[in-house]
């Protein structure tokens, strides 16, 4: 018996929690989501590692090299590494990697009948969003759903829009239109720190997915995170008073965008590389 069959007979009204490192994942939130809530459940096990190494871009997305005493032990190459745990709630899937760069129709078709073999009962998406917003406030989660979640279950949703995607989201299309309800969460990241990693955006993702959810997890251990982020930010910006004051204005825009033309709002990359190449040196 595979290790899949074997769980799709333990499992007890599963639920899937999915992220992909790569372009719609801002601050790496949806990615430490998940392995924080991995490190959460205990005993989780790996029931497969579906291979995209033919379906990723090799020059981001490289093969891990284990090396001892000189010697090359092992190559592993990149996978979507799906896992379960039992948890006295109920019964969880995790699903993460890099986001593929082809081959997505067929990828997901995978994903989908995954799910069905499986008995999922419902999807989460977790990801960051750029996003009209500073460090300085709570992380605001937005929603997006598909045709399979009852209106008006998830609250607040993201705004209208058309344009390119991630393959998180196509999977969440495809899951509705097999019957299985997938939703996304998407922490709003500041966009001049969507390339560092945010510890307030995880932990507002893990509280949105408990309160979606019956999981009980313990945030106490990103405390600190959050804290350090915030601090490293302000000690930046209180040594540069041109970013502290382009920050200030970004802030006015984000609470009255309606009182403000569009162009007065500073670009998030004329401060991002001063501090994100602060967080990386002190981190």
């Known amino acids: 018996m595979s290790r899949l069959e074997k769980w799709a007979k333990e499992l007890r009204d599963p639920i899937l929690v999915a992220a992909c490192s790569g372009w719609v994942d801002a601050g790496m939130a949806g990615v430490n989501a998940v392995t924080y809530l991995t490190e959460q459940l205990l005993e989780a096990e790996e029931i497969m590692c579906l291979d995209i190494s033919q379906a990723v871009d090799l020059s981001q997305s490289r093969p891990v090299v284990e090396i001892s005493e000189g010697q090359i032990l092992r190559v592993e190459w990149p996978c979507l590494v799906l896992s379960g745990a039992h948890s006295p709630e109920r019964d969880v899937l995790l699903l993460q990697g890099p986001e593929p760069a082809r081959e997505w129709h067929s990828l997901v078709g995978k ?33 997006t759903v598909n045709e399979s979640v009852p209106a008006g279950k998830v609250l607040p949703r993201r705004p209208d829009y058309s344009g390119p995607t991630g393959i998180l989201t196509v999977l969440q299309y495809e899951l509705g239109r097999r019957g299985i309800p997938a939703i996304g969460l998407w ?97």
């Open 111 to 143: 994903l989908v009948d995954t799910a069905i073999d499986l008995g999922v009962s419902e999807v989460y998406i977790l990801g960051g969003m750029p996003g009209m917003v500073t460090h300085r406030y709570p992380v605001q989660v937005l929603a």
């Open 187 to 283: 922490a709003q990241i500041p966009p001049y720190l969507a390339s560092v990693s945010s510890a307030p955006g995880v932990r507002a993702l893990l509280q949105r997915l408990m309160d979606l959810t019956r999981l009980q997890l313990d945030l106490s251990h990103l405390a600190k995170d959050v804290e350090e982020y915030r601090e490293k930010v302000e000690e930046q910006l209180s040594g540069r008073p041109e970013l502290a004051s382009m920050i200030d204005r970004f802030e006015m825009v984000a609470e009255s965008a309606a009182q403000l033309q569009e162009d007065s709002l500073p670009s998030g990359e004329e401060i991002a590389s001063e501090i994100e190449r602060f967080l990386r040196d002190e981190a």
